[in-house]
C-alpha cells in the first residue's frame, strides 16, 4: 500500500463523523435525507418514528407516488423483461408481489407481448383498490387483477417481486407457502444487500417514514437456497447502491438481482428447465 492511499483512507474515515452530523442536522430541514436512522430491526425501526411519520404505502396519499415514473423501463428491469421473454408460455400467470399500480406490467408491453398473460397485482389495501378502480375506468389495463392476500391469488407460473424485499415484513419463504401454487420460476429484482448484519433505515416517502431493510447479503442467499430453486442467474445493479447519510461508516448497501427455477416442477419454463 502506497503512503498517499493510506493518506486518502485516513482522510476518509475522519470525515464521516462529520458527513453524519451534517446528514443528522438535514433532518430538520425542509428537504431531508431519503435515508435515515440504522436499526437492527423493523419493530425498532418503527417505534423510533413519532406517529405522524409512521403512515407507509398502504394509505390513499401514497398511490400516485413515483407512478409515471415506474412506468419507464429502467435500465434494473432489463434482466427481468429478458427472462420474462424466455419463460412466459402461453397463457402464464404472473403474481406480481409488490406491484403498486401494475407498473412494471404497464412498462413492459412495449417490449413483450403479454395480451395473453394473467397479471395479478399483490399489495396493500389502499394500492390495491385504486388498482380495481383504475381497470374499471379504463385507466389500466383490461384483465390486470389486484389481490391483498396471497392466498386469493391465481395460481402463479411466476412470481415477480422487484423492489419488494425492502418493505417485506416476512420471510420470502413464508410468501411463498402461502400462494396457492408453488410457482415455477421466481424473479426477484432490487434486492437490498449489504456485507455484514442487516440494517434497517427509514426511507422518506413523502412526509412519512417507511422502514427500508438492508439484508445480511449471507444469510439471503442461504434463505434463496432453502427454497429449493435453481439459481439460473444474478446481477448487480450499482446505481442502485445507497449509503445511509446518517450512518456512512456502515458503508454502501448493494442492489441486486436473482432468476430462480424449480427443477421439481414437471412442467418447464424454457429450456432451462429439467425434465
Not at 398511490?63 to 427472462?83: C, G, K, N
Not at 398473460?117 to 383498490?129: E, K, N, S, Y
Not at 446481477?235 to 445511509?244: M, N, Q
Request: proline share 9%; net charge neutral; hydrophobic share 45%.
Amino acid at each position: 500500500m502506497s503512503a498517499a492511499g493510506d493518506l486518502k483512507r485516513g482522510l476518509r474515515r475522519a470525515a464521516l463523523p462529520l458527513q453524519a452530523t451534517a446528514a443528522r442536522l438535514r433532518e430538520a430541514s425542509p428537504r431531508p435525507n431519503r435515508f435515515a436512522g440504522a436499526y437492527p430491526d423493523r419493530e425498532t425501526a418503527l417505534a423510533a418514528l413519532p406517529p405522524h411519520q409512521r403512515a407507509g404505502y398502504d394509505d390513499p396519499g401514497a398511490v400516485e407516488i413515483s407512478r409515471a415514473e415506474m412506468t419507464r423501463i429502467a435500465l434494473a428491469d432489463w434482466p427481468v423483461i429478458h427472462f420474462l421473454s424466455r419463460w412466459l408460455t402461453p397463457s402464464a400467470q404472473v403474481l406480481d408481489a409488490g406491484g403498486h399500480l401494475g407498473t412494471k406490467r404497464v412498462a413492459f408491453e412495449a417490449v413483450l407481448d403479454l395480451s395473453q398473460t394473467g397479471w395479478t397485482v399483490l399489495d396493500l389495501p389502499a394500492i390495491c383498490a385504486a388498482g380495481t378502480r383504475m381497470v374499471a375506468d379504463g385507466h389500466l389495463p383490461a384483465g390486470l387483477g389486484f389481490v391483498t392476500d396471497p392466498a386469493e391469488a391465481p395460481a402463479p407460473d411466476i412470481l415477480l417481486a422487484s423492489g419488494l424485499l425492502q418493505y417485506l415484513d416476512r420471510p420470502l419463504a413464508e410468501l411463498v407457502a402461502a400462494l396457492p401454487a408453488r410457482p415455477r420460476a421466481i424473479l426477484l429484482n432490487k434486492v437490498a444487500l449489504r456485507d455484514g448484519p442487516e440494517v434497517v433505515t427509514l426511507e422518506r416517502i413523502g412526509p412519512a417514514r417507511v422502514p427500508y431493510r438492508m439484508r445480511d447479503a449471507a444469510a439471503f442467499r442461504r434463505e434463496l437456497d432453502a427454497l429449493g430453486y435453481r439459481q439460473v442467474a444474478a446481477w448487480d445493479i450499482p446505481e442502485l447502491a445507497h449509503v445511509i447519510p446518517t450512518h456512512p461508516g456502515l458503508g454502501p448497501s448493494r442492489s441486486c438481482g436473482f432468476a430462480l427455477l424449480d427443477d421439481a416442477n414437471p412442467e418447464t419454463v424454457d429450456g432451462e428447465a429439467r425434465n
